[in-house]
């Protein structure tokens, strides 16, 4: 290299023409420039911001490359950006959350109220006399309103009563939030779709229970006027649902079964769910059956975590395990008020059968370790003579009775329930199983 390129590159960014002396730390720069062992000053300023950077920490130096993709994108596109790529965006932020705060954390009550307010949100735009349009989703029929809601997916086996659809809210959840129950618009019905409603707003957003199904919403379209003509009369009421795993039925059909901590642990929650229905909302179920038990991946399952519950005065605790047992279908219900004792013990002795052998009188089909069914099949007789005793001594608090001789008495050593206060209580706020206010005054036509 000449001595003249050599100064010129050494004159780079200097705001002055510089000149250097024979001998001088300058000139001796130019001459290491001329030899290649110097590089120009605005290499070295990038290599000496290279190091800086180096030092930095990780979350420094993601920050900085957050602004750096920020000047790119500013300099790609200098238009104002469009009403609908900011929907989308807007749309992408909240998908984002909702998976890092709604999906991770999913079932725990908290969790299953804010999602509750999101989703009602969301909701809030559909007029509750909307009627559903029909729309190919692939290969497969489903529906839509606007475009808000799509029942895409039907699942479970048909029924004389009810379809269910998976149903996605495009823009807010990546899959299926929502369980979409279609229905004639009968009276029981209509009965069953405001006792969905008491349930959620007086029992679930206050956190006062876990074992119920949230309702988001329904939709009644009326029997006149030509979108109502181009539905079938089970396709005119909607109640939009909380979307749980499955049901007690196919959860017995997995090796869950035999898992006796389990078994037992299932046991205890959907007695509990029905003396909550029960003596909470003061409704006798009649249909206790393994497929009006749904289930959902409880998140807060932990080997020390219990939850508190409360029945005349009585501080009980039961442990957590992997499934939150709810109780749902209240189609067939009547107060109990009106109700006869023999079918108000029965909710508690038929949903027993589901932890069964079909071979020892029960519903479960295969085979399931004998120990376990045996463990069970123990439980469901002790609530069966428990029912006899009630009903030839003329008492009627079925429930106590099972937490005297079934919680408190059956396997103690295993620590599923428990009255001593434990160091690790998951819900701050006691779930409270006998009446505390005025039942809700909904009528079941039943024949």
Excluded at 13 to 37: E, F, H, Q
Excluded at 75 to 101: E, G, T, Y
Excluded at 337 to 346: G, T, W
Aim: proline share 3%; aromatic share 10%.
């Amino acid at each position: 290299m000449k001595y003249s390129d050599a100064l010129k590159i050494y004159n780079q960014g200097k705001p002055a023409w510089c000149s250097p002396r024979k001998g001088t730390n300058d000139y001796k720069a130019v001459l290491a420039i001329m030899k290649g062992s110097l590089k120009s000053p605005k290499k070295a300023s990038l290599a000496k911001s290279s190091l800086s950077k180096a030092s930095l920490s990780k979350a420094s130096l993601a920050k900085s490359s957050l602004s750096k993709a920020s000047l790119v994108m500013a300099k790609m596109s200098s238009k104002k950006p469009s009403s609908k790529s900011l929907l989308f965006k807007k749309a992408n932020v909240i998908q984002r959350f909702l998976k890092n705060k709604l999906i991770i954390t999913k079932n725990n009550l908290d969790t299953r109220v804010q999602r509750y307010h999101l989703i009602k949100k969301r909701l809030a735009d559909i007029k509750t006399n909307r009627c559903l349009t029909k729309k190919m989703f692939g290969n497969k029929r489903g529906y839509t309103i606007d475009g808000i809601v799509n029942l895409e997916k039907k699942i479970g086996s048909d029924s004389v009563n009810a379809s269910i659809y998976l149903t996605s809210m495009p823009y807010l959840l990546g899959s299926y939030p929502i369980a979409s129950k279609l229905m004639k618009s009968t009276a029981n019905n209509e009965s069953e779709t405001k006792m969905n409603t008491w349930i959620t707003e007086n029992l679930i957003l206050p956190k006062k229970s876990k074992h119920f199904v949230i309702m988001y919403k329904a939709t009644k379209c009326p029997s006149s006027g030509s979108p109502a003509k181009r539905l079938l009369t089970g396709e005119r009421l909607v109640n939009y649902n909380e979307l749980c795993n499955g049901d007690l039925s196919s959860l017995m059909k997995t090796d869950e079964r035999n898992d006796e901590m389990l078994m037992i642990n299932l046991a205890y929650q959907v007695l509990i769910a029905v003396a909550t229905y029960q003596n909470r909302v003061g409704y006798n179920h009649m249909d206790c059956h393994h497929g009006n038990f749904l289930y959902q991946l409880n998140t807060e399952a932990s080997s020390t975590g219990y939850y508190h519950y409360v029945y005349n005065g009585l501080n009980f605790y039961i442990k957590s395990c992997k499934y939150n047992m709810c109780i749902f279908d209240f189609g067939l219900s009547v107060p109990m008020s009106k109700a006869d004792d023999r079918y108000v013990f029965s909710d508690y002795y038929r949903i027993l059968h589901a932890f069964v052998s079909e071979k020892t009188m029960g519903w479960i089909e295969g085979d399931v370790i004998g120990k376990i069914n045996a463990n069970m099949f123990m439980i469901k007789s002790r609530v069966q003579r428990l029912m006899a005793a009630l009903l030839n001594n003329g008492s009627a608090d079925m429930f106590q009775a099972i937490i005297d001789f079934v919680f408190k008495d059956f396997k103690p050593e295993n620590g599923i329930f428990t009255t001593d206060k434990p160091a690790n209580i998951l819900n701050k706020i006691p779930f409270i199983i006998n009446k505390v206010e005025a039942y809700p005054k909904i009528d079941f036509k039943n024949v």
